[in-house]
């Protein structure tokens, strides 16, 4: 196809805003399934992801519109992950575009994903096209949410299409603004091969599938290309597009997206953001931007039942093959025996590993508490990573330690700016600025230990602005922090897996909370079990769970049957995942009390 007539963009959108709705209804606008045959949201592969509602692994489609002037255009419309665990996959995937639809909600208006989204478009210099969906609902206002979308993202609203992807209200409108709002690409075809990886899956029978958007040059099947970043050299096997289903083609020409194959065995070989070049004639520079995506959450995942541990070592490997950002190697907990020490992006990248872990390959396993990644200095002048507080070195061993910070944004009505201002100082948040954008509306950063976002930051500020604040955060460096490991003991034994590294004035607060909150969760046993919060040997908490008599939930938990309920449902899903450690069994919860103090 003759290179103006290439369209590449994607969709970026606040989570629920209709991202996935709006793609559906452009795929029915230009045919490529018909309605019927539509399965709802077709771009959201797995069954995970459309349980969830949130995009996580993203797709290319190839379309053609044939319109109002009577010609007819390419269309590659690549989606996006829309959280924040994602942002260097989104900006990789931007990158392939030339330009972006922007939907906002008209209830809702703008929220902290659609402005990160919205710095990363214009980084990577994509047109951006405003589009206020969900027209139909009965709370929309769309002058308001014009407003913000001038005041907040410095973006002319005046030509924002005003649509519904429910009832297909502006979807025609949306169409020919593709056409003839975003540039067609700008390649040289007869420079030297440069191709964008944003993207790559594992598939059995090709190997590694690249997602690519050729910039210069082409690809065809026969091709010796080159990865710029590891210099590795493969022979493509297949190149072809997505409609949506894959089909294979002659070749990749300059300004399109598609896939192709070469027999690659490890997903590592084929990062997101490296560039292909041809082997034979090779390119001088890569295309900007490359870097791997590393790990900053760490925890361990142990097999409830200790004979599937191979079990679990082969789905982390078939997990990773799919998924350059996920690292495992064992470790060993003397309280929970052997199992692995996993890497992940953020904490929904963990989320949907575990869940994925325990529903795919039916493991039953138990996950301790989060942790980022520490840096140790240590008095003899040497560096050590900790990833796991149960590997702190000994404080007379340490000079000082520095922990990740994020630089979070938070949107937000004004009446929850002092809730949220409070939570973040709890959070040792560092407070850098506050505008206001629209009326009743706030933008606030803050500077926040990564540590603290971990726990349940998320859910308290949901819960403390009930549900009105959005919140996104991208890393902002290490600093020096005053921090002390915290050990948890059960009747004078140390549980490894317990331990956890907190800020040297919260340390007392925190351990009082987390023995409280270990003796709700801490079953009855035939003998009293204490509980203890220690720091190097000296006792700062303790507390004690009584030995078991009998008919305890009557006596226990008295008359109010919901909260019997709820307690007896608490425990039979606790049942499940009970580990022994020493004499005592621990449930699933007790591992993860860390997380929801505070
Ligand atoms: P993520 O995949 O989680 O990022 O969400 P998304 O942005 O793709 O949103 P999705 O398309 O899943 O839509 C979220 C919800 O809004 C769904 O329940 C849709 O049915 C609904 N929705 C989408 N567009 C419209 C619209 O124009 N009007 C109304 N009333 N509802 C809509």
């Known amino acids: 196809m003759d290179q103006s007539h290439i369209r590449n963009f994607c969709i970026i959108a606040h989570v629920d805003h ?75 995937s931007l990158a392939a575009c030339e330009g972006a639809l922007l939907v906002v909600d008209a209830a809702q208006g703008v929220e902290a994903q659609t402005l ?112 710029m970043s590891t210099g590795k050299e493969f022979e493509v096997l297949e190149v072809g597009t997505f409609t949506p289903e894959r089909q ?21 070989d084929a990062r997101v953001g490296d560039t292909i070049t041809d082997a034979t004639r090779p390119a001088q520079e890569p295309l900007p931007g490359y870097r791997t995506a590393k790990p900053m959450v760490f925890c361990g995942l142990y097999p409830v039942d200790g004979a599937d541990y191979t079990d679990l070592r082969d789905a982390l490997a078939k997990l990773q093959l799919n998924d350059a950002a996920l690292s495992f190697e064992p470790e ?13 992006l953020g904490l929904l990248h963990m989320d949907v590993v575990q869940e ?104 308290q500020l949901k819960s403390r602005t009930r549900g009105y604040a959005s919140f996104d955060y991208e890393l902002a460096g290490y600093r020096e922090s005053k921090l002390v490991k915290i050990d948890i003991l059960m009747n004078g034994d140390p549980v490894d897996a317990l331990s956890f590294i907190t800020h040297r004035d919260k340390a007392y607060e925190r351990a009082r909370q987390i023995v409280e909150k270990l003796k709700e969760v801490v079953p009855r046993q035939q003998f009293e079990v204490r509980i203890q919060a220690a720091i190097g040997g000296k006792i700062i908490a303790a507390e004690s769970v009584k030995p078991l008599r009998k008919n305890v939930t009557a006596k226990c938990y008295g008359g109010d049957i919901t909260r019997k309920r709820k307690l007896l449902e608490k425990q039979k899903e606790g049942k499940k995942r009970m580990k022994q450690v020493g004499s005592i069994e621990l449930p699933q919860e007790a591992f993860l009390s860390v997380l929801k103090i505070g």
């Open 356 to 459: 994925r872990l325990e529903r795919e390959f039916n493991l039953n396993l138990i996950a301790t508490s989060p942790s980022v990644v520490y840096k140790v200095y240590r008095t003899d002048g040497t560096v050590v990573d900790v990833d796991n507080p149960a590997h702190m070195p000994p404080p007379t061993t340490i000079d000082h330690i520095e922990e990740p910070y994020v630089a979070a944004t938070i949107l937000t009505p004004k009446e929850y700016v002092g809730p949220i201002m409070e939570l973040c100082r709890e959070r040792r948040g560092e407070f850098v600025h506050m505008e206001y954008p629209a009326p009743d509306r706030v933008l606030l950063k803050y500077d926040i230990p990564l540590g603290e976002i971990l726990m349940d930051f998320f859910d």
């Open 248 to 268: 294979p083609g002659e070749m990749l020409a300059t300004g399109e997206v598609g896939y192709l194959a070469a027999g690659i065995k490890t997903i590592g």
């Open 116 to 227: 990160a989204n919205v710095n990363l478009a214009y980084q990577n210099n994509l047109e951006i096209v405003p589009i206020i969906n969900k027209i139909d609902l009965p709370a929309a206002d769309p002058e308001r949410v014009k407003e913000e979308i001038e005041n907040v993202l410095a973006i002319d609203a005046s030509e924002a299409i005003l649509a519904s992807a429910k009832t297909g209200v502006g979807i025609e409108q949306i169409m020919e603004a593709i056409v003839q709002r975003i540039p067609p690409p700008s390649g040289d075809p007869n420079a030297p091969l440069r191709a964008l990886i944003f993207d790559s899956k594992f598939d059995t029978y090709l190997g590694v599938i690249c997602y690519v958007r050729v910039v210069d040059g082409q690809i065809k099947p026969g091709q010796r290309i080159r990865f």
């Open 332 to 344: 060993t907990s003397a309280a929970l025996g052997f199992g692995f020490r996993c890497g992940f």
């Open 18 to 92: 209709g991202k996935s709705t709006l793609a559906d209804r452009i795929l029915e606008a230009t045919g490529a399934v018909s309605p019927r045959e539509m399965q709802e949201q077709l771009l959201d592969t797995m069954e995970l992801e459309r349980e969830r509602g949130i995009t996580i692994k993203m797709t290319a489609v190839r379309l053609y519109y044939k319109a109002k002037d009577g010609q007819v255009y390419q269309f590659n419309l690549i989606d996006t992950p829309g959280h924040v665990d994602f942002t260097y996959e989104v900006s990789r």
